[in-house]
T-cell receptor, first 113, second 112 residues
Framework: DQQVKQNSPSLSVQEGRISILNCDYT??????FLWYKKYPAEGPTFLIS?????DKNEDGRFTVFLNKSAKHLSLHIVPSQPGDSAVYFC????????????FGAGTRLTVKP | DAGVTQSPTHLIKTRGQQVTLRCSPK?????VSWYQQALGQGPQFIFQ???????QRGNFPDRFSGHQFPNYSSELNVNALLLGDSALYLC???????????FGPGTRLTVL
C-alpha cells in the first residue's frame, strides 16, 4: 500500500532557481512529516520536518509546506545549488505509531550549474 | 561522534542461504529500525527494536528476524533467501519516541 507518493521521479533545475519537490499521502493519521536527502553510497540524511499543527517550517534555504486538507506537502529549496543534487525522500508517521515511518519512492533532483 | 555504522558493505548470497547484517547505532541512541530499499523505491520499514525487544513490525515475512543487544547494536537475519530479497538494507537509529532517525550507509545484498 503506497501511503506516501512522490509522483515525480526526477526534477532538473538551474542553479539559483527554486526547486519544488512534491509529496502526497493518503493516511489521515499521519501527523509528522520529514524530508530526507540521499547521496549515492550513503544512507538518507535528515533534512527538515514538519508537524501537522503547522503549515510551514523553514530552515535556511529549505522550506516545507503542509496542506492537510489536500494531504500534500512540498519542499522548496531556494536558491538551488549544484550540491543539492541528490534523491529526496518524503516520509510520514503518526503520533501513536512513530515506529512505522512510511517513505515515498523519492525524487532525483539535478541542479545544473 | 560516530554515526550509524553497518557491516558488511556488500554481500552476495545464493537462494536458500541465510544472511546476518549488523548495525551499530549513533552514540546515545537506544532505538534501531531496519528498512529494505529495493531499486527505484523508497525505504520500507521492516521492524524496530527498543530495549532488546521488537516493538513494531512492517509487512515482512517471518524469514526476517532481528535482535538487539544490551549495547543497543542490532542484527537483521534473513533466512531462506529469495531473489526478491536483493536490496539495500538500511539501519536507522534514534532516541525513543524521537521522529528523526539517523541512517547508516546500508548493506547491499545481492541474491543469485
Amino acid at each position: 500500500d503506497q501511503q506516501v507518493k512522490q509522483n515525480s521521479p526526477s526534477l532538473s533545475v538551474q542553479e539559483g532557481r527554486i526547486s519544488i519537490l512534491n509529496c502526497d499521502y493518503t493516511n489521515s493519521m499521519f501527523d509528522y512529516f520529514l524530508w530526507y536527502k540521499k547521496y549515492p553510497a550513503e544512507g538518507p540524511t535528515f533534512l527538515i520536518s514538519i508537524s501537522s499543527i503547522k503549515d510551514k517550517n523553514e530552515d535556511g534555504r529549505f522550506t516545507v509546506f503542509l496542506n492537510k486538507s489536500a494531504k500534500h506537502l512540498s519542499l522548496h529549496i531556494v536558491p538551488s545549488q549544484p550540491g543539492d543534487s541528490a534523491v529526496y525522500f518524503c516520509a510520514a508517521s503518526d503520533l501513536g505509531n512513530n515506529n512505522d515511518m512510511r517513505f515515498g519512492a523519492g525524487t532525483r533532483l539535478t541542479v545544473k550549474p | 561522534d560516530a554515526g550509524v555504522t553497518q557491516s558488511p558493505t556488500h554481500l552476495i548470497k545464493t537462494r536458500g542461504q541465510q544472511v546476518t547484517l549488523r548495525c551499530s547505532p549513533k552514540s546515545g541512541h537506544d532505538t534501531v529500525s531496519w528498512y529494505q530499499q529495493a531499486l527505484g523505491q523508497g525505504p520500507q520499514f521492516i521492524f524496530q527494536y527498543y530495549e532488546e525487544e521488537e516493538r513494531q513490525r512492517g509487512n515482512f515475512p517471518d524469514r526476517f528476524s532481528g535482535h538487539q543487544f544490551p549495547n543497543y547494536s542490532s542484527e537483521l537475519n534473513v533466512n531462506a533467501l529469495l531473489l526478491g530479497d536483493s536490496a539495500l538494507y538500511l539501519c536507522a537509529s534514534s532516541l525513543e519516541l524521537a521522529y528523526e532517525q539517523f541512517f547508516g550507509p546500508g548493506t547491499r545484498l545481492t541474491v543469485l
